[in-house]
């Protein structure tokens, strides 16, 4: 079992930036990646980024490559997500997911653990 927590969400201006962070605990040495996908209102859940566990390799969405970076912290078991020049289009309840001994994808079914979900909401 892996247990995951998000925070970082909050309220903020077109343009402006914020950092989320999902600390994992439980069985994450047999982390492979972990993933940070979105869900707006009335829409379908978007893949945003992943990062593989061991590399560091990171992976983005079309929608968000250039503006968002993903890192990791090994020795804190901790990834972060770093949204720079947010649009009101980046609203969403953002959650992080944790893929165990798979390869990395853009698809949340290879992801077997979640957190709880942390809402971004960008005002124009």
């Known amino acids: 079992q892996v247990q995951l927590v998000e925070s970082g969400g909050g309220l903020v201006q077109a343009g402006g930036s914020l950092r989320l962070s999902c600390a994992a605990s439980?069985?994450?040495?047999?982390?492979?990646?972990m993933g940070w996908f979105r869900q707006a209102p009335g829409k379908e859940r978007e893949f945003v980024a992943a990062v593989s566990w061991s590399r560091g390799i990171p992976y983005y969405g079309a929608s968000v490559k250039g503006r968002f970076t993903i890192s990791r912290s090994i020795g804190q078991n901790t990834a972060y997500l770093q949204m720079n020049s947010l649009r009101p289009e980046d609203t969403a309840v953002y959650s992080c997911?944790?893929?165990?001994?798979?390869?990395?994808?853009?698809?949340?079914?290879?992801?077997?653990?979640w957190g709880q979900g942390t809402q971004v909401t960008v005002s124009s």
């Open positions: 997911a944790a893929a165990l001994g798979v390869a990395i994808t853009t698809t949340p079914v290879a992801y077997g653990y």
């Open positions: 439980g069985r994450t040495f047999s982390m492979s990646g």
